[in-house]
Every structure is written in structure tokens, then in C-alpha cells.
């Protein structure tokens, strides 16, 4: 199985897991920076996430060195198991995971993480793909 493959059916897992911010731990709850954490750990990706941000907060050179540090890379053209970063405000960023049906991400107005079939929502601004390891 591919590592895409692997972070996609993780992340698919996490389905239904609460929306906490700043949770890391899917026993306590997630948002959307430890979903992409849980998710990409499952295929060996250890991701070093922030903390004690704000949902309004953030700057992209911040995601991609966050990004490189983890041996992601860069892709133009998002797959399923693929990270997705949004910027869904003038100020507001939001991460999911590509699925083969739409998109997995926490969502804080829904409390919890979940799959939203169809096309991606808001404007996509970097895309970030696991390495396969041989």
C-alpha cells in the first residue's frame, strides 16, 4: 500500500473523532494541524506541530517549512492521502487530507472530524504529499 494510501484510510479512521483546538491526541480530540499529524504518523511522517496558535493566525511560509522539515513534498496536483492547506478567510488557514471522495478535515462548527464528499471547498493554496518509502 502506498503511503498516501496509508495516511487516507488513517485519516478516514479518525472520522468522527471530536474537534478540539490545539488536540493532538484523537483519544482527547483534534483540529486540523493534529489530524494531519495523526494521519501522516500512521506512515511514518512525524510532523512537528505548533502550538498555542490562533484559528486566525498563521503565514504560509510557516506550513511549508513546517512541511520540509517533515520530508513532504510539494505536489500541484492533490491525490487522495494528499495534505491540503486552505486559506478560508483573510486571515484563516484550514488543513485537510485529499480523500477519494472529497475531503476529511476537523471541523470546528460540526465538533468533529469529518468527510465531505464532492469537490474541495475553499481555494487551495499548497498541497503536500507523502513520500513513499522503499
Known sequence: MSANAVVMEAARGLVGTRFRLHGRDPAFGLDCVGLIRAAFATAG????????????????????????????????????????????????WHLGIKSDTGLIHADAGLGRVVERPGPMPWPVTACWRCPDQD
Do not use: C, K, W
Open 45 to 92: 511522517v512525524m510532523i512537528a506541530a505548533p502550538s498555542g496558535y490562533r484559528l486566525t493566525s498563521g503565514r504560509l511560509d510557516e506550513f511549508e517549512r513546517v512541511a520540509v522539515l517533515a520530508g513532504l513534498m510539494m505536489t500541484a496536483d492533490p491525490e487522495p492521502g494528499d495534505a491540503i492547506l486552505f486559506r478560508i478567510g483573510a486571515r484563516q
